[in-house]
């Protein structure tokens, strides 16, 4: 009898609690494939704005459920069970829909969808398949007729600086294709700046391997951050592009046109720039590509001999690369053609690009040569004008010749001419800062260079599933001539800073050189099993060079006509490589490893035929490497690789041809030299979490290197070096972090960004016989908010304070400590009348140092007022200013070895401009929305 005025009361409040909450979400779970009722699963209600949890419940008894809330608002229903993908959606609940009937919900058992989370009503703005990270270009919001750019600044884990540099978790992008093809080839801004973000469907971001890995399966280390732009279907028939023209103070000008025609699988592109203010699309990095100016001869890993640039060695030729030093002028244009016929079995890829690069200056270099119980201080000034012209083509060529074999064919060539107008005057002081010498210089030389290179890869699928073969033959050839005129002046003064003698050089040099290297390999690719198959390699390389340097002195008629057979030189080098390997992969559904190694032989011969002397060496290389990568889920993964590289010495380092281009720098070679070898070891781990939008990136390297190659410098009372390079049995390292957590926080609807880098390095050299070991360690934090409002403002703000510590053991006392500042605000706000205001803000610290007492404190300042015109706002114009507080000036600090540099440099400083821009667009599908 007691019990049920009991029982009476809690009904009665249950039933008002329940009066006091009247809105809910209910439905109900079944498995989508066998219709069978799901209970015992967790079902979540999270506020959308911030992603906290309200309330939680387990389905025990029913497989229908009902959630109770408190209030209304915006939320997201997480259905979680065991085995199944987890499900969300968003709904609403006001005052005249309290309650959100889901009804039947079908589950997705994991094994049909793997472990992707399904999102309804709101996209996911990424996932992390394996080692590619997948950005939903729809999902992030840009402005109509916004360029690609925009859009990647929205990404997180991805940074576009004020030049459209990519950097994406924490290393440089340097390739950008578009549906998976090349684009104009090396250069990332022709898609970034011109490609409109509203065509782009997704954008995958991964390290791109070689044609042959990618086949094989098989990791060869050869990797490059490379983002894939995915454009969407109803954009692939059309044409659009912009045309830009600007005129500002000073002479400052911009003129580009861009072009692009697509028809479904068929595109055609083409592009002219004028420019003087360093805005400009140029891959001038590719020569290591398509050219080569100051020639040294290294070995490559496969034992080829490879020519690339050294400052100050052989003709001083403009290699056409710009950092902001100087004021350029530039001219540039090229044509790009692809397309995909015969139902796919065929594609094709041609690029052809021409242009001219000017670069007028001065430059200011101290440096501080540290001395075992001394130093010595340089102070040079540098006047310079380059000049490059070069038009180059390359093209891709692949076919589908059957079901199980495939050819690809790859040609690229060019032609180059540069030239060099540098006029030098250089002070070096003792430490006590009396005078030590005095050198007046003056280089003019010219330069021209062309290059051709083929190969053919054939990859071909045996009968058994998995048995594989692919072999591959590639010729590269290259030819140099070139002149110079080095006229020098060289005073030695006494403690007492009195003139004791002078040398003076006035010389004109010839060169020209011939390379030629043919390479082939085949691999093997054997399956063990449905998991685990080996793959064997086999290398081959062999090159023919030719080198001739005849340097002419002045006879008495004043010609240059006389040879100085001391600074000339006729060298033929032969070198023959042999390389085999084997590679053990596994790879199951989470799980994906590969190691093995690589045995090289290089047989290296060099006739000096102006001595008939002959020099020989043989080098034996041993390359083991393993690499993991395990997948958590789709939205998490992790990466382990550790190899051995080995570098060997350079034919200038064993046997360097005699230069007094530099008499107070003067190189001699080592023939009993060994080979130098790293282990090194990176690690990375990738994390997203869609709903609360959350991303992580961690990644870390180390490396130490054995019986290293390094300077052993010899410094002279008179202040005149001898380099001539040494292995030596310290082991020096190098290691660095860099990690980032993107947010979001429901204040104000931001997200958060959070980075961290850390790097040190220990080296070791010689200094007048005497061991150096050279230290340095930096740190540094970055803290960035950004705020994306549709059509009222976009706001980010960063900050990256920095702190250095660069020292030598040589002179402990002298160091490049201290504590640096680099932030950073870009705000843009959409006015009424089509109206936009942009400002982008960038302040940098460099503190002074015990090795440089002065700092820099510079604050860049870009301003900009925009109105877009016509129907589809594809008309603007705009009135800019550069660097408003004219406080723009070229500094940077460096450290290598015993030597501490400072350089400031002529760049671009403040100027005003005016700019129309018409973008035009007429696309199969929907135009833009306003």
């Known amino acids: 009898m007691k019990a049920g005025p009991i029982l009476l009361f809690f009904c009665l409040c249950s039933s008002y609690l329940y009066a006091q909450q009247p809105y809910a979400v209910k439905g109900s779970l079944t498995d989508s494939a066998a219709g069978i009722k799901i209970t015992d699963a967790t079902i979540s209600v999270l506020r959308a704005k911030d992603s906290t949890l309200c309330k939680f419940i387990w389905n025990n008894s029913s497989h229908n459920f009902s959630v109770p809330l408190k209030e209304a608002g915006h939320f997201i229903l997480l259905v979680s069970y065991p085995g199944y993908a987890d ?5 609403s609940l006001d005052s005249t829909k309290p309650v959100y009937d889901f009804q039947g919900i079908n589950m997705l058992l994991k094994s049909r969808l793997l472990t992707e989370v399904l999102i309804q009503g709101k996209k996911a703005e990424m996932k992390i398949k394996g080692d590619t990270t997948e950005y939903d270009a729809t999902a992030f919001h840009v402005e109509p007729n916004a360029k690609v750019e925009d859009l990647l600044r929205q990404f997180p884990g991805i940074e576009v600086d004020k030049d459209g540099k990519i950097t994406a978790q924490g290393k440089t992008v340097n390739k950008v294709l578009v549906d998976g093809e090349e684009f104009f080839g090396d250069d990332p801004t022709l898609v970034t700046k011109n490609i409109r973000a509203d065509m782009v469907d997704k954008v995958q971001l991964y390290d791109r391997t070689s044609d042959q890995a990618n086949f094989t399966g098989i990791d060869d280390g050869k990797k490059e951050k490379t983002l894939n732009i995915k454009l969407k279907e109803d954009k692939k028939n059309g044409y659009f592009g912009k045309v830009d023209a600007a005129g500002g103070t000073d002479n400052f000008y911009t003129g580009k046109v861009m072009f692009n025609a697509f028809k479904g699988k068929e595109r055609f592109s083409a592009f002219g720039i004028l420019d003087n203010t360093g805005h400009f699309g140029m891959d001038w990095g590719e020569s290591s590509k398509y050219g080569m100016s100051n020639y040294n001869f290294n070995f490559g890993d496969d034992g080829s001999i490879r020519i690339t640039g050294e400052s100050n060695d052989e003709l001083e030729s403009y290699n ?11 001219r540039n244009g090229g044509l790009h053609y692809d397309n995909k016929f015969n139902n796919d079995k065929a594609t094709v890829n041609v690029n052809y690009r021409i242009g001219s690069l000017a670069v007028d200056g001065t430059k200011n270099v101290l440096t501080q040569n540290t001395l075992p119980s001394s130093f010595i201080n340089t102070n040079s000034n540098q006047k310079f004008h380059n000049y490059l012209f070069r038009q180059k083509g390359n093209g891709r060529f692949e076919f589908k010749l059957d079901t199980t074999s495939t050819l690809i064919v790859n040609a690229a060539g060019g032609t180059r001419n540069s030239s060099v107008d540098n006029e030098y005057t250089t002070t070096n002081l003792r430490q006590d800062s009396t005078l030590l010498n005095t050198n007046n210089r003056a280089i003019h030389s010219k330069t021209d260079e062309t290059t051709f290179n083929a190969g053919v890869l054939y ?23 070139g002149n110079e005129l080095l006229k020098s002046d060289i005073n030695y003064y006494n403690n007492k800073e009195v003139l004791d003698s002078s040398v003076i050089n006035d010389q004109n040099r010839v060169q020209h050189s011939d390379n030629n290297t043919l ?48 600074y000339s030189n006729d060298f033929k080098i032969d070198n023959i490589s042999h390389q085999g390997g084997a590679m053990f992969l596994y790879k199951a559904a989470k799980f994906r490893f590969s190691g093995g190694t690589k045995v090289s032989n290089v047989a290296f011969e060099q006739l000096n035929r102006f001595d008939n002397s002959t020099f020989k060496r043989n080098f034996v290389n041993w390359n083991p490497q393993v690499y993991l990568t395990y997948t958590f889920s789709q939205s998490k993964s992790m990466t382990l690789s550790a190899t051995r590289k080995t570098q060997l010495p350079t034919v200038t380092q064993l046997q360097p041809v005699r230069i007094n281009t530099d008499p107070l720098n003067v190189r001699l070679g080592n023939p009993d030299l060994n080979p130098s070898y790293s282990e090194d070891i990176y690690w990375n781990y990738n994390s997203f979490k869609a709903i609360t939008q959350q991303y992580t990136y961690v990644n870390a390297n180390f490396s130490i290197k054995h019986n290293a190659i390094v300077s052993n ?3 002279d009372s008179a202040g005149a070096s001898t380099y001539q390079y040494a292995n030596i049995n310290k082991d020096g390292f190098s290691g660095g972090i860099w990690a980032m957590h993107d947010f979001k926080i429901k204040w104000w609807d931001m997200h958060v960004a959070t980075m961290f880098s850390a790097n040190t390095n220990v080296s070791y050299n010689m200094v007048n016989s005497i061991l150096n070991k050279s230290t340095s360690y930096n740190i540094a934090p970055e803290f960035t908010l950004r705020k994306n409002a549709e059509k009222k403002l976009s706001l980010e703000l960063s900050v990256t304070p920095n702190y250095t510590i660069q020292k030598s053991s040589l002179l402990p006392s002298l160091n490049s400590n201290g504590l640096g500042l680099n932030a950073g605000a870009d705000f843009r706000v959409f006015l009424p009348s089509n109206f936009e205001f ?93």
Request: net charge positive.
């Open 519 to 566: 390479t082939a390999n085949a691999t093997f690719n054997e399956p063990l099993s449905d998991k685990v198959q080996i793959a064997f390699s086999y290398d081959f390389v062999m090159t023919n060079a030719n080198s001739n340097l005849n340097t002419y002195k002045k006879s008495a008629e004043d010609k240059y006509d006389m040879l100085d057979s001391l």
């Open 459 to 481: 990859n071909k699928q045996l009968k058994k599933k998995g048995r594989k073969v692919s072999m591959g033959i590639s010729e590269s050839h290259s030819r140099t001539t």
């Open 320 to 330: 056409g690369e710009y950092y902001g030093e100087g004021v350029p002028t530039a």
């Open 713 to 715: 410098v010899t410094t």
């Open 87 to 91: 499900y969300t959606a968003e709904f």
């Open 838 to 930: 942009y400002s982008r803000t960038m302040f940098t610290y460099t503190p002074k140092t015990k090795s440089f007492n002065t700092d820099l404190k510079r604050t860049i300042w870009n301003l900009e007022v925009s109105r877009k015109f016509l129907k589809e706002k594809q008309l603007r114009v705009t009135a800019s200013v550069n660097d408003l507080l004219n406080q723009n000036s070229g500094f940077n600090r460096n450290v290598s070895g015993s030597q501490i540099t400072q350089n400031t440099y002529t760049t671009i400083r403040r100027y005003f401009m005016f700019t129309i821009t018409w973008d035009f667009n007429k696309m199969g599908g929907a135009k833009p929305k306003s």
